[in-house]
């Protein structure tokens, strides 16, 4: 019987933390990881453009690679495009959306703060999932759109400008009652360690292990997979990257071998 395989797609290279809690639970899982770098960073992109752009991706690997399911990996992305591509698409689609929730109900002073990209921040989806879930919240909401680049770069590079992050950061860190902080994109756990310097005593919550569960559940697979040999997935972009060399080495910490450049019509 053949591995099952999942495409797992962003704009760049955050959905490695949602990957990342996928391949603990299933390391048997084949990722073939797309990510969209010649039209990198999404938070920036019209939403009608980004729903053409998502849609024309994902249509051109479906044939190539056969997946089992899809992952959305991509807060910006799956707040906007999400109903429209499980319209088109016959296989399982599981996309990303700040974890509100479980931040509300974890939250003891009621007063948490989602740190998103300004797309997201301003998305009706995400004023609804608060009215749904965080009613009883004070939410204090931080759209910055600069962080997704400095998650990229530290990943890759290992260095980050602290002074730069903890001057973005401030109108969080000035609020003393905040205890809880959603990072509702999915490159911001790539920062974890630096924010929660900065940040310290306030409880990080992202949805990358939701995330991981809900692929378990539309694979109909079993939660606990220790028996199974992880396998080699592959990663593929839709432009040429800076250094390839670089790139190549931190995908090998996921299990990620390089694949082809994809070209669009």
């Known amino acids: 019987m053949r591995n099952q395989k999942i495409i797992v797609f962003d704009s760049g290279l955050g959905g490695l933390t949602v990957w990342q809690h996928i391949r603990a639970l299933a ?18 992109l019209e939403q009608d453009v980004l729903n053409h752009r ?3 991706i994902l249509a051109s690997q479906l044939t190539a690679i056969k997946p089992d399911a899809i992952v959305i990996a991509c807060n910006t992305a799956s707040t906007s495009v999400l109903a429209q591509l499980r319209h088109r698409i016959k296989v399982p ?21 989602l740190l998103a990209t300004p797309a997201t921040v301003n998305r009706d989806y995400t004023d609804q999932l608060v009215a749904d879930f965080a009613a009883d919240c004070q939410v204090t909401k931080l759209g910055i759109g600069d962080l997704v680049q400095m998650a990229e770069h530290y990943l890759l590079n290992g260095e ?25 994109c999915t490159h911001y756990p790539l920062l974890a360690s630096p924010i929660s310097e900065i940040l310290p005593g306030i409880r990080l919550v992202d949805s990358g292990y939701a995330v991981a569960r809900q692929v378990i559940r539309q694979l109909a697979r079993e939660l606990d997979e220790v028996m199974y040999e992880p396998v080699d997935g592959f990663y593929y972009s839709t432009a040429a990257v800076a ?15 390089q694949g082809r450049l994809i070209n669009l019509p």
Do not use: W
Not at 95 to 110: E, F, L, R
Not at 160 to 177: C, H, M, N
């Open 54 to 56: 998502v849609s024309t």
């Open 27 to 44: 390391p048997d899982l084949e990722c073939h990881y797309v990510f969209d770098n010649a039209l990198f960073p999404y938070g920036e």
């Open 93 to 113: 689609i599981i996309g990303v959306v700040p974890a509100i929730k479980p931040a509300a109900a974890s939250s003891n002073s009621k007063h948490m703060a």
């Open 160 to 184: 980050i400008d602290i002074k730069r992050l903890a001057q973005l950061l401030e109108p969080i860190r000035s609020q003393s009652t905040i205890d809880t902080l959603v990072l509702g």
């Open 243 to 257: 250094d390839p060399d670089l790139l190549q080495q931190a995908m090998k910490g996921f299990g990620l071998k």
